[in-house]
């Protein structure tokens, strides 16, 4: 018999292509401080928080700077970040996923959001999602960046479920390491060459997941 009672799912590569933003807005703040930032140097930086972000972005560019400094920078980055999601839609739900999410509710599965974003909800609001979750857990509740569980205990809480009734589905390594440290199981999303530690691997909710809904859900 079957125990997956509730699913946790990161937003940014998972139901939304958010990493090109990022990308965008960390790129702009780069060349303002004169170095480049790479396609390559942007995948450090998926599913860690803000500050890491920051973090990695001074080591990338040799710079020196105040606690003070990092979070301005940070901040600057979060206004462009901001306005560049402002005109996203409904159209960029990645494909099969509103779909997905859909059915696994239908099927009584529990749904809840584990984002390390603090604009998660300005985002699920921009894309008519926010109905789809039970519970939503973002880098407004929570205190320590991915791989750390904290993100997806506190999602199993608000589900009210023991972790071990969870699944986790993940784009980035730091998301699937938190799901792992958090006792779950984890559906990677992306590929096999880059994602390690995944009790299964999907290419997207596009394709036909009939075989993981049925190992993890269906009895
Ligand atoms: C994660 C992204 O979901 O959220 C990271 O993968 C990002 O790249 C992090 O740094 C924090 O996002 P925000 O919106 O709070 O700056
Ligand atoms: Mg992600």
Same mark, same amino acid.
């Given at each position: 018999? $079957? &125990?997956?009672?509730?699913? &946790? ?41 803000? +500050?890491?972000? +920051? ?14 400094? !990092? ?16 005109? +996203? ?15 696994? !509710?239908? %099927? =009584? ?6 984002? %390390?974003? @603090? $604009? ?25 960046? !991915? ?9 199993? @809480?608000?589900? $009210? ?21 958090? =006792? +779950? ?8 060459? &880059? ?25």
């Amino acid at each position: 018999m $079957n &125990i997956i009672k509730g699913c &946790i799912f990161d937003l940014d590569g998972v139901i939304v292509d958010t990493a090109k933003y990022h990308y965008l807005a960390w790129k702009r703040l780069s060349a303002e401080l004169g170095f480049d930032f790479t396609e390559k140097d942007n995948e450090r930086l998926k599913g860690v928080s803000r +500050m890491v972000c +920051m973090e990695i972005l001074v080591e990338i560019g040799g710079l020196s700077l105040s606690e003070d400094e !990092k979070h301005f920078l940070a901040d600057k980055k979060n206004s462009w970040y901001v306005e560049y999601i402002s005109g +996203m839609g409904e159209e960029e739900i990645l494909p099969g996923t509103r779909e997905f999410i859909t059915r696994i !509710k239908a %099927a =009584g599965i529990k749904t809840a959001l584990g984002s %390390a974003s @603090k $604009n998660a909800g300005i985002i699920l609001a921009n894309l008519r999602l926010l109905e789809l979750f039970d519970a939503i857990i973002d880098g407004t509740c929570t205190t320590k960046a !991915k791989p750390d569980p904290e993100v997806f205990l506190l999602g199993a @809480k608000a589900l $009210n479920l023991p972790a071990h009734q969870c699944v986790v589905f993940e784009d980035s390594q730091a998301g699937l390491d938190a799901a792992n440290n958090a =006792g +779950m199981l984890c559906v990677g999303v992306g590929s096999a060459d &880059i994602l390690t530690g995944t009790d299964f691997i999907i290419r997207g909710f596009d394709s036909n997941l009939d075989d993981i809904l049925n190992a993890l859900i269906v009895q």
